[in-house]
């Protein structure tokens, strides 16, 4: 056990008015008995109201990773390109020419469930302050949204709301969406997910940490006014969601990106300009969690009267000021002879900067309002002291019958057909109705824009790129959590990888239910066992991430979902490559091994009305191999375009191929041979079937050598299977001929989600 | 050197991206506050987009009421270049530089893909370097940009030559919808009386680097640095 050998704590006084600390009390503010005990013996006494509620933040699950901390340390987070690992506001990596790339994500989920526009746009806003809190200006958002079947009308409100959320925050502040992925699922009809990526540039030598220094040092309150919005925002976020959620809506925060605006600029100035010392968001458990680990972190203490934080109303008292989730607000640390100019700098960006406590050397976490202490807790205990748990983990048994299982129904529809049925399913459609609604141009840096495997921008001043993704088949996790959680992180470095760029590392935002439940926890488990083995074979560590536990609601717990958000480095960023097929006349080749795998299929799911089966084993060397070739390939300028095969299998890719880009006039047809390419494979699996590690290219035909002595070298499966052009993608196989028109193919992919959400914009519009 | 003062509003997220693309045609580029009334002998202004103050109320209707945008008036009133992009475009509108309003888009939703327009003047200090009826691919990205007007306004810009640009409207069948904000008469910029005031919807400055896969953009700046408006007839490119 770390901490001081401080027995006991000093003395604390209950706030006039306060009620008093009762087992019911404490029941409700979710600590159990052990956690309780455990607060009593690191006081020496029992605990003010205030402190209670500090101690219900700081130990939620939320930030205490009470449940995950062990798994979450056989992550590799360590190599040559990390600046910063786990445990800051966001993790970074080294880049050429002394840049480096600091990014992270986060969930927002309990908020988005009762209130989506603002759950969703307050999770991007949170996401934002943690990346500039580092130093680095936001240049890219990402994100990963879950919802149920788009046929039933509140999964639609979710669905329009936190899009609309995510794109009013973002495109206000002016930082471009430049991908994300959006899945559909009976699963999260009560309990939606949404996951907010920020990715940002910053010279290394201006890196600050958040750790508080220097005794005697001055805490400054910057940005909005607290109010009560919020209050218990945390510890919302680690409880099932129930009929009784819909009462939480009061602690859903209210988002102002306008101020968020002021408030990045005014940051990144502060911190470029040396005046602080450090700088955390009052984010999740705000003001407390904000002072109380940069405390922490500086192994110093602080102390803060709640009665200087300037508040939005009369008569809060210190348990709701250290609690409330209100947004847009930093902590700031500061030599009191620079507090002046602080707040010359934060006044020319139209925000207040109030001086609310300072840095002490007796290492307590020490709250007065107006002089009265109403908490004193040694510090760094209040962080680090919060028992952690083993939970047991197993599978259920019925997880386990499902991978054995096979379809017990015959396809809807024929082969032929199945291609537009699978298009049509929202899961696989364009999701250009959603991204059309975030701006993704602002910054004049976009490369590759959302549409394609992986956003691509250009790093301005310099030659090379960043491309960045974030993925996850929550499918595969479902049925064999290990496979799925090697699938998510290979599907990431395998997008990054086909514009070009060499994956470097990854943040995790793992959504799963209530740890408590052995078949939970063996899925979060086994999942980040696989996490750990494909970022360790791909050399892309864990710079960071998100655990959001107890996504559970009346119907039951999500599939499993490790988002893996990623950034790769394109050292030269002309030479991107696009997903789609440029133009008539090129070769067209497959990269990879087909044994024509459908357990876990989209193709099973959508036409056989069957999930289950064993899903596809990711061979991690050939991964790292194929990504290899990718990079190579690219930098040479061999690749007219790459395109992964993931859900839906090889013929959706190469659909996707054909179909082109979101503002393509017309797609680019193809004629293939594949009868010599997976002789032994029957026809369905070898067309939809999901076998990991494959993908789709194209070539001009007079660098088939020079690509094909490339793929020798590196030991991929290269297989030329045609050349692009005409209006029909026609495909010969197992000695048939199968053809499809890629106008007829562009509609569906199209307006599949479209046609389903004409409903929503009725619905919205007939309600205003 | 051409001096171009970009206004910076709190809230404005485009005044980067714009000042980028001005330097990178030669020009003297700079920031000026919304709390300054000094273009610093300004050649031409550009009001970038953004959120000028949140956009609360209505897009750029706080904005009209800042210190710098007397300046701009001024400057304007002398027939100095004004160009207006997206929400620079709506403060023109409600500073009454510019007629007619941007409402809400007809399909509600904010809107951000490339769209196709047409040059119809190259008679301002913003388009010299076009082609009468260049077709150019330009991101937009926003909220409110259905450019409305009173019948006789629209007869009045008709009849005066003054829309600048307006969206390709005639890709009937293609899977994206030509104008991205149902505007009246596919408007997607327009002129003032003297033709040195220009505001547009789309995003020039988005589109001015080969890299970045779309370049139209960058006549709006080259035509600046040229420093003079050219007549309105068909002329060779100068890109």
């Given at each position: ?38 607060i ?12 209670l ?9 939320h ?31 080294r ?14 989920n ?56 995510v ?17 559909f ?59 009784k959620s ?14 968020e605006?002021?408030?990045?600029e ?24 904000s ?5 922490a ?22 348990y709701?000021?250290?609690?409330s ?50 908490a ?40 032929q ?40 921008l ?29 699938a ?9 990888a ?12 793992l ?10 926890f063996?899925?979060f ?8 083995e ?21 119907t ?78 690219a ?81 991929v ?13 026609e ?31 009725a ?6 | ?13 485009c ?16 920031v ?27 897009s ?17 009133a ?35 893909k ?18 009468v ?77 080969p ?29």
């Amino acid at each position: 056990m770390t901490g001081s050998a401080v027995a006991g704590s000093p003395e604390a006084s209950a706030f006039p008015g306060e009620r008093p600390v009762t087992p019911e009390a404490v029941r409700e503010h979710n600590l159990n008995e052990l956690e309780y005990g455990r607060i009593l013996e690191l006081l020496g006494r029992a605990p003010t109201m205030t402190e209670l509620g500090v101690f219900s933040a700081l130990w939620s699950e939320h930030c205490s990773y009470k449940h995950s901390r062990p798994v979450l340390r056989t992550f590799p987070t360590t190599g040559p390109q990390v600046v910063q690992g786990p445990g800051e506001n966001a993790g970074v990596l080294r880049l050429p020419g002394g840049w480096a790339v600091a990014f992270k994500i986060e969930s927002h989920n309990h908020p988005s469930a009762v209130e989506p526009y603002q759950g969703a746009a307050t999770g991007v806003g949170g996401i934002l302050r943690d990346v500039f809190t580092m130093g680095a200006r936001p240049v890219a958002l990402l994100n990963s949204l879950r919802f149920g079947p788009l046929d039933h009308p509140r999964n639609r409100y979710l669905f329009a709301g936190v899009v609309r959320g995510v794109g009013d925050y973002g495109n206000c502040v002016g930082v471009p969406t430049l991908g994300g992925e959006v899945a559909f699922a009976p699963g999260y009809t009560g309990n939606p997910l949404v996951n907010a990526m920020c990715v940002g540039l910053l010279r290394e030598s201006d890196l600050i940490r958040a750790a508080a220094e220097g005794v005697g040092n001055v805490l400054l309150a910057v940005g909005a006014r607290t109010g009560r919005d919020g209050i218990h925002g945390a510890s919302f976020a680690s409880e099932e969601l129930s009929e009784k959620s819909e009462a939480r809506r009061p602690q859903v925060q209210v988002g102002d990106p306008f101020t968020e605006k002021l408030l990045l600029e005014a940051s990144l100035e502060l911190i470029t300009s040396g005046l602080i010392v450090a700088i955390q968001d009052m984010g999740a458990a705000g003001l407390t969690s904000s002072s109380a680990e940069m405390a922490a972190r500086g192994g110093v203490g602080v102390e803060i009267d709640t009665g200087l934080v300037p508040t939005r109303e009369e008569g809060m008292t210190p348990y709701e000021i250290l609690l409330s989730e209100s947004q847009e607000r930093m902590l700031v640390v500061a030599t009191p002879t620079r507090v002046a100019e602080v707040q010359r700098v934060c006044e020319k960006w139209e925000l207040s900067a109030t001086p609310i406590g300072r840095v002490t050397d007796d290492g307590i976490f020490r709250v007065k309002h107006h002089g009265l202490t109403v908490a004193a807790i040694p510090g760094q205990r209040l962080v680090d002291d919060c028992p952690i748990y083993h939970p047991e983990a197993r599978e259920s048994e019925e997880a386990r019958s499902r991978r054995s299982a096979v379809p017990p129904l015959p396809p809807k529809v024929d082969l032929q057909n199945a291609l537009e049925l699978l298009l049509d399913s929202p899961n696989i459609a364009s999701k250009r109705w959603v991204y059309e609604q975030y701006d993704s141009t602002v910054q004049a840096s976009t490369v590759l824009g959302p549409g394609g495997d992986a956003g691509v921008l250009r790093v301005p001043g310099t030659d090379f790129g960043l491309a960045v993704t974030v993925d996850c088949n929550a499918r595969l996790v479902a049925l064999d959590p290990y496979e799925g959680g090697k699938a998510a992180v290979a599907e990431a470095a395998r997008n990054v990888a086909c514009t070009g760029a060499r994956p470097l590392g990854i943040t995790d935002c793992l959504n799963f239910g209530n740890p408590e439940k052995p078949d939970v926890f063996f899925q979060f488990r086994e999942a980040c066992r696989g996490i750990a083995e494909a970022c360790a074979a791909f050399d892309t560590p864990v710079t960071g991430g998100n655990v959001s536990f107890y996504n559970e609601s009346p119907t039951g717990a999500i599939d499993p979902t490790p988002a893996i958000g990623m950034v790769g480095l394109l050292e030269r960023v002309e030479r991107r490559v696009p997903s789609h097929f440029a133009a008539p006349g090129d070769d067209v080749l497959i990269l990879g091994t087909t044994r024509g795998e459908l357990g876990g299929s989209a193709y099973w799911a959508e036409i056989r009305d069957f999930v289950g089966g064993r899903v596809p084993s990711v061979d991690l060397e050939a991964e790292r191999r194929l990504q290899e070739f990718l990079v190579a390939a690219a930098g040479r300028g061999l690749l007219r375009s790459a395109h992964d095969a993931a859900e839906g299998g090889l013929l959706v890719a190469l659909a996707e191929a054909a179909i082109g880009g979101p503002y393509a006039a017309s797609g680019v047809g193809a004629v293939l041979d594949l009868e010599r390419y997976a002789p032994r494979v029957a026809l369905e699996g070898l067309l939809y079937g999901e076998d990991a590690g494959r993908v789709v290219l194209s070539a001009d035909p007079a660098d088939g050598a020079a690509l094909a002595e490339l793929a020798r070298a590196h030991a991929v499966p290269l297989f030329r299977a045609g050349r692009t052009g005409g209006s029909a993608l026609e495909l010969r196989a197992a000695s048939r001929v199968l053809s499809w028109d890629v106008e007829a193919l562009r509609r569906p992919y199209f307006e599949a989600i479209p046609r389903r959400m004409q409903h929503a914009d009725a619905e919205r519009s007939a309600g205003e | 050197m051409l001096n171009v003062a970009v206004v910076r509003f709190p809230g404005s997220n485009c005044d980067f991206d714009t000042l980028r693309a001005a330097e990178t045609v030669g020009a003297n580029a700079y920031v000026v506050w919304h709390g300054d009334t000094d273009l610093r002998q300004a050649d031409a202004v550009i009001l970038p987009g953004g959120f000028s103050y949140g956009d609360y109320l209505r897009s750029g209707a706080i904005a009209r009421f800042s210190p710098v945008m007397q300046a701009v008036q001024r400057h304007a009133a002398d027939g100095g270049a004004v160009l207006g992009i997206c929400n620079g475009f709506q403060i023109l509108c409600e500073a009454h530089l510019l007629p007619g309003v941007l409402m809400r888009n007809a399909g509600l939703h904010f809107v951000s893909k490339p769209v196709d327009v047409t040059v119809e003047r190259t008679d301002t200090p913003f388009t010299g370097d076009y082609a009468v009826g260049q077709r150019l691919r330009l991101p937009v990205a926003h909220g409110d940009g259905r450019f409305l007007a009173a019948a006789d306004t629209l007869r009045m810009l008709e009849a005066e030559g003054r829309v600048v640009l307006r969206y390709v409207a005639d890709t009937e069948g293609s899977p994206y919808q030509p104008n991205p904000n149902g505007s009246a008469a596919h408007i997607a910029g327009i002129r003032n009386a003297g033709g040195n005031v220009v505001g547009i919807m789309p995003h020039p400055e988005r589109a001015a680097d080969p890299v970045l896969g779309l370049a139209d953009g960058r006549g709006f700046f080259t035509s600046m640095a040229a420093g003079k408006p050219q007549p309105s007839t068909a002329k060779v490119l100068s890109r």
